[in-house]
């Protein structure tokens, strides 16, 4: 096991204690959103020019829904906080809130976080701003997560919670609340990655020749709205520098067996761990879904979002400050990581044909978001 160090930095912490402070208390009307951006919009570039490369994450698929959940680990209290399937910065917050609290209660006098992705690093984040000494161990950090190739946008919705998380954890209104507003105090530093998004989603147009209310890239605008948009390399990295400032230890440790895990120095663990949790505490509801992302070259003036269901499978478009995420994949079981060719034809083909009918992009009324 060795110490990961993060990078000196000059001290914040005024600042820290200011944004800590906001993500707990912040309002909660998560419908006073931003005018809409008045440039006319302008279609993404394809063309082999903006290539950058192709990328494999692995979800980690759990039936029956994200697990939050405490069990006794020898002498330790381990709090459960995965599973999340694709949406782990959505849930990134409300479910770090809901870890934290039964940490809290317990009054440890350290705690142990297993795993370095976004669930991780909130959990860590909402600890030490507690004032609770911590300790991140994960065999990988950014840029090397998961949470690293993840779309990370922010959309909220009403089914969440289902199967055993029914009954524990975060209501509905609450995930929704928590999800937009958790981020919200990161958004005045543009370190952070975190910027608000016009987002379209579409379908096909049916074939009864009943015209769209509107449309949009030659399909049904389904929904459009305000919403967050997050650049994982830039918040996790951000995110570590942070909780360097704060105090927080990072160790590189790959844990083989939950034995592993009781001898850490800890009363109490937070299980971040994704995937791992399947090994560690022989979950078999955990499986991976594998998700194939498309990187092209940075346009900075794509300045909106979609995601459009289409026959041979979805395709969705975001932009980062770094890279236009071009995705869609989503394959059940599949643990393969090397990018498939076919995929990535797909996608640029899907995409291409999408731009073909670009006549700009669709108005959207915050307060109808």
Same mark, same amino acid.
């Given at each position: 096991? #060795?110490?990961?160090?993060?990078?000196?930095? @000059?001290?914040?912490?005024?600042?820290?204690?200011?944004?800590?402070?906001?993500?707990?208390? #912040?309002?909660?009307?998560?419908?006073?959103?931003?005018?809409?951006?008045?440039?006319?919009?302008?279609? *993404?570039?394809?063309?082999?020019?903006?290539?950058?490369?192709?990328? *494999?994450?692995?979800?980690?698929?759990?039936?029956?829904?994200?697990?939050?959940?405490?069990? =006794?680990?020898?002498?330790?209290?381990?709090?459960?906080?995965?599973?999340?399937?694709?949406?782990?910065?959505?849930?990134?917050?409300?479910?770090?809130?809901?870890?934290?609290?039964?940490?809290?209660?317990?009054?440890?006098?350290?705690?142990?976080?297993?795993?370095?992705? *976004?669930?991780?690093?909130? @959990?860590?984040?909402?600890? #030490?701003?507690?004032?609770?000494?911590?300790?991140?161990?994960? &065999?990988?950090?950014?840029?090397? @997560?998961?949470?690293?190739?993840?779309?990370?946008?922010? $959309?909220?919705?009403?089914?969440?919670?289902?199967?055993?998380?029914?009954?524990? /954890?975060?209501?509905? &209104? #609450?995930?929704?609340?928590?999800?937009?507003?958790?981020?919200?105090?990161?958004?005045? +530093?543009?370190?952070?990655? *975190?910027?608000?998004?016009?987002?379209?989603?579409?379908?096909?147009?049916?074939?009864?020749?009943?015209?769209?209310?509107?449309?949009?890239?030659?399909?049904?605008?389904?929904? =459009?709205?305000?919403? $967050?948009?997050?650049?994982?390399?830039?918040?996790?990295?951000?995110? !570590?520098?942070?909780?360097?400032?704060?105090?927080?230890?990072?160790?590189?440790?790959?844990?083989?067996?939950?034995?592993?895990?009781?001898?850490?120095?800890?009363?109490?663990? +937070?299980?971040?761990?994704?995937?791992?949790?399947?090994?560690?505490?022989?979950?078999?509801?955990?499986?991976?879904?594998?998700?194939?992302?498309?990187?092209? =070259?940075?346009?900075?003036?794509?300045?909106?979002?979609?995601?459009?269901?289409?026959?041979?499978? !979805?395709?969705? !478009?975001?932009?980062?400050?770094?890279?236009?995420?071009?995705?869609?994949?989503?394959?059940?079981?599949?643990? =393969?990581?090397?990018?498939?060719?076919? &995929?990535?034809?797909?996608?640029?083909?899907?995409?291409?044909?999408?731009?073909?009918?670009?006549? /700009?992009?669709?108005?959207?009324?915050?307060?109808?978001?």
């Amino acid at each position: 096991m #060795a110490p990961l160090h993060a990078n000196s930095l @000059t001290t914040r912490r005024a600042l820290l204690l200011t944004m800590g402070a906001a993500s707990l208390t #912040a309002c909660q009307t998560t419908r006073l959103l931003p005018a809409q951006s008045q440039r006319p919009g302008l279609p *993404v570039q394809l063309s082999p020019a903006f290539f950058d490369r192709s990328v *494999v994450g692995l979800r980690p698929g759990r039936i029956g829904g994200f697990r939050l959940a405490t069990e =006794k680990l020898a002498d330790k209290l381990v709090v459960h906080n995965y599973g999340h399937g694709g949406d782990g910065y959505t849930l990134s917050w409300p479910c770090a809130t809901w870890a934290a609290d039964q940490i809290s209660a317990a009054q440890p006098g350290s705690v142990g976080i297993v795993g370095a992705g *976004v669930s991780g690093l909130t @959990t860590a984040w909402l600890l #030490a701003r507690r004032g609770i000494k911590v300790t991140v161990y994960s &065999e990988k950090f950014s840029p090397d @997560t998961t949470s690293n190739i993840a779309g990370a946008i922010i $959309l909220t919705g009403p089914n969440y919670r289902s199967g055993e998380n029914a009954r524990v /954890g975060p209501s509905d &209104e #609450a995930i929704n609340d928590s999800a937009l507003t958790g981020f919200n105090p990161f958004l005045t +530093a543009p370190r952070y990655g *975190v910027y608000w998004i016009d987002h379209i989603q579409m379908r096909p147009l049916q074939q009864d020749n009943q015209p769209p209310d509107e449309a949009f890239l030659g399909r049904k605008v389904t929904d =459009k709205f305000r919403t $967050l948009m997050v650049d994982p390399n830039l918040y996790l990295s951000a995110l !570590m520098g942070d909780l360097a400032e704060m105090g927080v230890n990072f160790w590189s440790k790959k844990f083989t067996a939950r034995e592993d895990l009781a001898l850490l120095p800890h009363s109490v663990l +937070a299980n971040c761990s994704g995937l791992g949790a399947g090994l560690l505490f022989g979950d078999e509801n955990m499986f991976p879904i594998r998700g194939q992302l498309t990187l092209l =070259k940075p346009q900075p003036e794509i300045d909106y979002s979609y995601i459009s269901r289409e026959p041979g499978g !979805m395709l969705y !478009m975001f932009p980062r400050r770094g890279n236009i995420v071009l995705g869609g994949s989503h394959q059940r079981g599949n643990d =393969k990581l090397l990018p498939e060719p076919a &995929e990535i034809d797909r996608q640029l083909r899907g995409h291409a044909k999408l731009m073909s009918n670009f006549k /700009g992009v669709p108005r959207i009324n915050p307060t109808e978001s």
